[in-house]
């Protein structure tokens, strides 16, 4: 039995309850949003679907059965008009609704989706009592892809021969750790075929994959659903695959993306690479500017 729990049924989290039906990756669904109507709504357009599907709503004692509770409030429009306004709201929203779930005694995964993505991550865990590594963020795994898609069109390499991972701060102090980065199993340094790679043109590309899919989409909401699927996959196989994901990180003294090995109980092992000093020196000013944003929001809470 794989139940899953998704709060916050806009953009997003509607398109990822249909996806999660239509690939056959929940057995129970609750769908939990401050609008009934649209929650509502949402449960029957699914269902017309998947009439054989078990689709709740607005049941707050889900959340104790639940594997995994995804968090999936916000608006991304907002995010991009008013940055400190969509910091604020989302805080209020965690905060607002921690008496529930914390009645609720939730024993399973917290997958947060919603931004500031790594702080907003870290105000989950406090606010609603959780242990740290039950409650995770989707953090750089996008960013991440897209470093992979930018050296892969310029290698001409085919995307499972690369390696390498986007540390920090999601939507902020992203770090590209090219100490991790291989192709093949070459570091970029060394031409890859006869092809020299540059590392300033490929972060630059990597930047503009997720620039064209805001201009043109006014969000990057497909890739976000496409990597939260694999990160449940991941979950429910127990398969301790790697992603770069919101975690607390005590090296770090809290929340900040970083690779980790993911399976059923949440986060499994760090994956400690050799970084070069410069990197480990720019993940800890990514975790400053991480731990600003946790101080804002919980001054807005004061």
């Given amino acids: 039995?794989?139940?899953?729990?998704?709060?916050?049924?806009?953009?997003?989290?509607?398109?990822?309850?249909?996806?999660?039906?239509?690939?056959?990756?929940?057995?129970?669904?609750?769908?939990?949003?401050?609008?009934d109507e649209r929650v509502v709504g949402l449960q029957n357009d699914l269902q017309a679907g998947w009439p054989t599907a078990e689709i709740k709503t607005q049941d707050?004692?889900?959340?104790?059965?639940?594997?995994?509770?995804?968090?999936?409030?916000?608006?991304?429009q907002q995010l991009q008009e008013n940055?400190?306004?969509e910091l604020t709201v989302n805080a209020r929203a965690v905060h607002q609704m921690a008496k529930q779930v914390r009645e609720a005694d939730p024993q399973g995964i917290v997958l947060n989706l919603a931004n500031p993505n790594e702080a907003l991550t870290a105000l989950i865990q406090q606010e609603w009592l959780l242990a740290p590594k039950q409650v995770i963020g989707l953090g750089t795994v996008v960013d991440t892809a897209r470093l992979k898609l930018a050296i892969q069109n310029a290698s001409q390499q085919n995307v499972h021969s690369i390696?390498?991972?986007?540390?920090?701060?999601?939507?902020?102090?992203?770090?590209?750790?090219?100490?991790?980065?291989?192709?093949?199993?070459?570091?970029?340094d060394q031409p890859i075929y006869g092809k020299k790679l540059d590392d300033h043109e490929l972060t630059v590309q990597a930047k503009l994959n997720g620039f064209y899919a805001l201009r043109g989409l006014g969000s990057d909401w497909n890739a976000v659903?496409?990597?939260?699927?694999?990160?449940?996959?991941a979950i429910f196989t127990n398969s301790n695959a790697t992603f770069s994901l919101a975690v607390n990180q005590p090296q770090f003294d809290g929340y900040v993306s970083y690779p980790?090995?993911?399976?059923?109980?949440?986060?499994?092992?760090?994956?400690?690479?050799?970084?070069y000093p410069l990197e480990t020196e720019q993940i800890k000013v990514a975790a400053n500017a991480i731990q600003q944003q946790l101080a804002a929001m919980q001054n807005v809470l004061n």
């Fill in 1 to 35: 039995m794989r139940e899953i729990v998704i709060i916050g049924v806009g953009q997003v989290g509607s398109a990822l309850a249909a996806q999660l039906l239509a690939t056959h990756q929940v057995d129970r669904l609750t769908l939990l949003d401050e609008n």
């Fill in 163 to 188: 390696e390498g991972y986007v540390y920090g701060q999601h939507d902020g102090n992203l770090v590209t750790a090219w100490s991790t980065v291989r192709v093949n199993g070459q570091t970029i």
């Fill in 260 to 275: 980790v090995q993911l399976n059923r109980q949440g986060v499994g092992n760090y994956v400690l690479l050799p970084l």
């Fill in 60 to 76: 707050w004692s889900s959340l104790h059965t639940a594997d995994v509770i995804i968090t999936a409030f916000g608006n991304q």
């Fill in 225 to 233: 659903v496409a990597w939260t699927l694999r990160v449940l996959q």
């Fill in 83 to 85: 940055r400190f306004g």
